[in-house]
């Protein structure tokens, strides 16, 4: 069965420094999600792509948060400078479709626990 | 705007017990609603879905009814067992952009 792809599954690091995580969704899943989940609540998009383009960011901090997905199919988050506050489960998901029309079940990687100290 | 509210946990049973979990939904348009099972350390599954109103999702035993007029999708189990001890989460998805709004989760546990 096809499954969301993720690394690392777990990442410590200290505060200042960079991160960044991988994610590779179902082959032929347009849509990508990135969200953060901070233990005890439930999951918060950071970011939607629909092929290669940014469809909405606006939960993104932007000084210090950035994706991409260049070619449309892998993506790339990346946290620089990390902030102890930015400690969370980070989770990639994927779906079909996006923007044309909703109701597509959404494909969840196993995630990547962030402990900044 | 968009928003879920679920039931607050934690939620404690014993085997074999009756399982319901509230969510009640507010939403532009017609969304779909879905529920979600999350194992310690991994992340979101599919439980089962409804994408209109009156339609039974089902799956495990688990069910939930899309009820329009009391915009509400109430998890429930007739029988629970220890394997089913997770968090459970409530979504609605816009009919546009497919853009999820996730509740805030119902962590279970179950003893035998």
């Known amino acids: 069965e096809a499954e969301v792809a993720q690394s690392p599954r777990y990442k410590i690091t200290e505060k200042s420094q960079a991160v960044a995580f991988w994610c590779d969704p179902i082959s032929g899943h347009a849509t990508l999600y990135w969200y953060r989940q901070i233990l005890g609540q439930g999951p918060e998009l950071l970011v939607q792509?629909?092929?290669?383009?940014?469809?909405?960011d606006s939960q993104l901090p932007k000084d210090r948060f950035s994706a991409e997905r260049l070619k449309g199919v892998d993506s790339t988050l990346k946290i620089q400078p990390a902030e102890l506050g930015d400690s969370a489960m980070y989770l990639c998901?994927?779906?079909?479709?996006?923007?044309?029309?909703?109701?597509?079940?959404?494909?969840f990687g196993p995630g990547t626990r962030l402990t900044v100290l | 705007g968009n928003s879920v509210t679920q039931m607050e946990g934690p939620v404690t049973l014993s085997e074999e017990a009756f399982l319901t979990i509230n969510c009640t939904y507010t939403a532009t348009g017609y969304p779909s609603l879905f529920w979600y099972v999350q194992y310690p350390g991994e992340g979101l599954q599919l439980l089962l879905k409804?994408?209109?109103?009156?339609d039974k999702g089902s799956n495990k035993g688990f069910e939930a009814t899309y009820r329009k007029e009391t915009t509400s999708f109430h998890l429930e189990k007739g029988s629970v067992q220890v394997s089913d001890s997770a968090v459970y989460f409530c979504?609605?998805?816009?009919?546009?952009?497919?853009?999820?709004?996730f509740g805030t989760g119902t962590s279970l546990t179950v003893i035998p």
């Open positions: 998901a994927s779906s079909l479709q996006g923007l044309a029309g909703g109701g597509n079940e959404q494909f």
């Open positions: 792509f629909q092929d290669e383009s940014v469809v909405d």
């Open positions: 979504a609605l998805s816009a009919f546009t952009g497919n853009q999820f709004y």
């Open positions: 409804a994408t209109k109103a009156d």
